[in-house]
């Protein structure tokens, strides 16, 4: 009898193809797998002086917002100015529950005196751009409704909801810009609420081609260019580059920003980030173009040195600028 052969197909495991920061790992099947902690491991510093919880703003894809608040703050008190904290995270990882970003907001209520709101977003590579970005704008239209209904008495009884400020950090100061420019000055569209200014904190911007400080520098970079262009590579809508109109605001193909009417933008980064040319050239070129814009550069500091170490004396003083900017685009 003769004897038959068979055969069998082994199927390769999925292996690593991109990771980030020890908390998101991307297989060769497209699998995606993201640690629950994360990849800032330090202690929250909450003292019972700033009181803060979680809200729900986007029940459709599940997305929360954390407010903070003075403890000292009440009804019988001034209104305090609505400051909007934006996370970073290269669009792909970081959340509002992370402990930088909640030490970063205690900072910022108790400095600024604030009522201070950190949103979530939807992250890359499950969901790409615009995903973020029309997260951020659900986050500020979120704001509106508890204007109109001042159902929440938590919020309502403290904010001044005619003082408000959107600031971002890395991707978020992207998605601070982009919502500067499509809400334009005033953000008319969000009344009662009204816009008074963005603070762009290392803005995540991008481009086909590499800026200086991008190409040289340290490859030890907090943020150096292997992750930079990692991040874009999950984040970016499929088949685009990262002259994306959301990502690069020059690209060939971006809105353009000279005839827009923008609410004044302070624009900070350290002067080792390898962001440091894209946000120069941003405020730059608004300036020229008459916008109000100021820009800090915070010497031989890298990426993200405020929410790194927000005790440091250079973040002290960025605190200050920040509270100036307030006091100088308030009523």
């Given at each position: 009898m003769a004897g038959t052969t068979g055969s069998s197909t082994l199927t390769?495991?999925?292996?690593e193809v991109d990771e980030c920061r020890g908390v998101l790992q991307v297989y060769s099947d497209g699998s995606i797998v993201r640690s629950s902690k994360p990849s800032f491991d330090i202690p929250v510093h909450d003292?019972?002086?700033?009181?803060?919880k979680d809200v729900l703003f986007n029940p459709a894809h599940d997305l929360h917002l954390r407010l903070y608040k003075p403890a000292s703050a009440s009804a019988s008190s001034t209104k305090l100015p609505i400051f909007y904290?934006?996370?970073?995270?290269?669009?792909c990882i970081g959340s509002r529950t992370w402990p930088n970003?909640?030490?970063y907001c205690f900072k910022l209520a108790s400095d600024l005196h604030a009522v201070v709101v950190s949103p979530d977003y939807r992250l890359a590579p499950e969901n790409r751009l615009p995903a973020?970005?029309?997260?951020?704008?659900?986050?500020?239209?979120?704001l509106q409704a508890q204007a109109l209904e001042a159902s929440d008495a938590w919020?309502?009884?403290v904010a001044d909801f005619g003082r408000v400020f959107i600031s971002g950090d890395s991707a978020g100061g992207n998605i601070a810009h982009n919502l500067a420019a499509r809400l334009g000055a005033g953000a008319l569209e969000l009344a009662p609420v009204v816009v008074r200014g963005?603070?762009?904190?290392?803005?995540?911007?991008?481009?086909?081609?590499?800026?200086?400080?991008?190409?040289?520098?340290?490859?030890?970079?907090f943020l150096n260019l292997e992750l930079i262009d990692r991040f874009w590579r999950l984040s970016v809508p499929t088949g685009d580059t990262t002259d994306h109109p959301l990502v690069n605001p020059f690209g060939p193909s971006s809105l353009d920003l000279q005839p827009l009417d923008l609410d004044p933008i302070l624009v900070v980064v350290g002067g080792a980030d390898l962001l440091k040319?894209?946000?120069e050239e941003y405020a730059t070129k608004l300036k020229a173009w008459g916008k109000k814009v100021e820009y800090v550069e915070f010497q031989g500091l890298q990426h993200g040195f405020f929410t790194i170490d927000p005790n440091s004396q250079d973040s002290k003083r960025l605190m200050l600028i920040i509270k100036r900017f307030i006091a100088d685009n308030s009523p």
């Open positions: 390769a495991a999925p292996y003292d019972g002086s700033i009181l803060w904290y934006i996370h970073g995270g290269g669009f970003c909640q030490n973020a970005i029309e997260d951020g704008y659900a986050a500020v239209k979120w919020l309502a009884d963005y603070v762009l904190l290392a803005p995540f911007f991008g481009g086909t081609v590499w800026t200086k400080s991008e190409a040289e520098g340290p490859k030890d970079a040319d894209r946000a």
